[in-house]
């Protein structure tokens, strides 16, 4: 029999990266639009069942089917894709496997589930409110301070998140909030986790510096994997990131042991015994505000960055812990600052290129990454967050001296060419 980590529902250059580092390692259960669109070379049969996700039941028998014709076993179940965490629990339950039950997944993923389970084991993180109506934002952003944030109860990254400081804004971020999410309906990135029919959630908006962190949770004690701090502008739209800084510093007031023991405090709180955990957070003064924790790795650029910078396969990481591998981490700030920025579109339209070969040369510049080519579609914000972002590039800056600037400025000589013009012709194919 042969021994497989079960890889559940990630993305086709995931697969690759997973084929390359873990070879022969790994059984990935994909769905077929994510393998028709990929790009990247098919695994064996062996290695991948390619079925439909929605529902588990023709999954587990898909999954018996292979296991049995292949004359393979599972020993660890993971998913990097928070969608996919579900199922990849139930598969985990069925086959007697170590992962996050469903009901951890659960209070993971909706917002405002983990924030009253955080408030009930005296965790700091923002004050929330689920909406239902524009009354319901109105009410709760005349009960805060300092402005509230909008967003969904489920979802990823900044996709329908808006910062709310006036009636106006209230009204306008429930109205694009309440679209977005019909047009999502199906989308299993937004399917609600929990019985609670609550249609958003309102978050008070907390002012201070915000970043990332990779920990492990296991035997009652939390390891840290990488704290990045991320870089954000006023000029894109709210909670986009423009890159991130690795390793990340918390201030000297915050103390390393008490900083381990809210990780472990609030993930332990939502029901992770055993992990590998992703928590954003925002320091503000002295104070940690937590605003989501969930069981997998960052990812975004974060993967490639940790790679750069010092040497750690995260994905790898992260299939190691699941089989109950021994783990070697380098030493959490040994490696020298890198800096990954997150390549976007300033408008819509086709792309007809991405000039980066005046950079290459640059002795700072360690990896550039562009995910999209010529003749690709861009929509922005909040008509689509996907297809505005390009790709990235991983900078070491140099003499230690104001590395953002250094960053930033490299990026934005990159030359990406947009055609707006044939935007709409396109739009109109499409429909």
């Known amino acids: ?74 020993d660890g179940v993971f998913s990097f894709d928070c969608e996919s965490m579900v199922l990849a629990s139930a598969i985990a339950e069925k086959w007697g496997l170590d992962y996050p039950s469903e009901k951890t997944i659960q209070n993971c993923r909706d917002k405002y589930v983990s924030k009253q389970i955080w408030e009930g084991h005296d965790i700091r993180c923002p004050k929330v409110s689920p909406i239902d109506t524009v009354e319901d934002v109105l009410a709760f952003f005349h009960s805060v301070n300092s402005g509230c944030v909008l967003k969904p109860l489920t979802g990823s990254g900044s996709e329908l998140v808006f910062k709310c400081t006036s009636e106006f804004d209230c009204q306008a971020a429930f109205s694009l909030i309440r679209e977005g999410l019909e047009k999502r309906a199906d989308n299993p990135l937004f399917r609600k986790s929990t019985f609670q029919s609550h249609l958003m959630l309102a978050e008070e908006l907390i002012q201070g510096t915000e970043y990332s962190c990779d920990f492990i949770c296991e035997n009652n004690a939390v390891q840290i994997i990488r704290i ?26 915050i103390p390393p042991h008490g900083f381990h023991q809210l990780l472990l405090k609030s993930a332990r709180a939502l029901g992770i015994e055993r992990g590998i955990c992703m928590v954003d957070f925002i320091v503000s003064g002295d104070t940690i505000f937590l605003i989501e924790l969930t069981p997998r790795p960052g990812g975004d650029c974060l993967p490639y960055l940790l790679k750069v910078s010092s040497c750690m396969d995260i994905l790898k990481l992260s299939l190691d812990f699941a089989q109950k591998h021994p783990l070697v981490l380098p030493p959490h700030g040994a490696a020298p600052l890198h800096i990954g920025i997150r390549l976007h579109a300033d408008k819509s339209g086709v792309l007809k290129g991405i000039e980066t070969r005046h950079i290459v040369e640059d002795t700072r510049v360690k990896q550039i990454l562009l995910t999209k080519k010529p003749g690709h579609l861009i929509q922005l914000p909040p008509k689509d967050y996907d297809s505005w972002l390009l790709g990235h590039v991983i900078i070491e800056p140099s003499n230690g001296k104001y590395p953002e600037s250094q960053a930033l400025s490299i990026a934005k000589t990159i030359d990406i060419r947009i055609d707006p013009e044939k935007i709409s012709p396109l739009l109109s194919e499409a429909s």
């Open 1 to 74: 029999m042969h021994k497989m980590i079960l890889v559940v529902g990630t993305t086709s250059d995931y697969i690759q990266w997973i084929r390359c580092s873990c070879p022969g390692r790994a059984l990935f259960i994909t769905a077929p639009g994510i393998r028709r669109a990929a790009e990247e070379e098919c695994p064996f049969p062996r290695e991948e069942i390619l079925i439909n996700l929605a529902d588990r039941f023709p999954v587990f028998e898909a999954l018996e089917k292979h296991l049995n014709e292949w004359d393979q076993i599972i």
């Open 228 to 253: 990045a701090r991320k870089i954000k502008s006023p000029f894109k739209p709210f909670g986009t990131i423009l890159g991130y800084v690795v390793p990340g510093t918390l201030s000297p007031s």
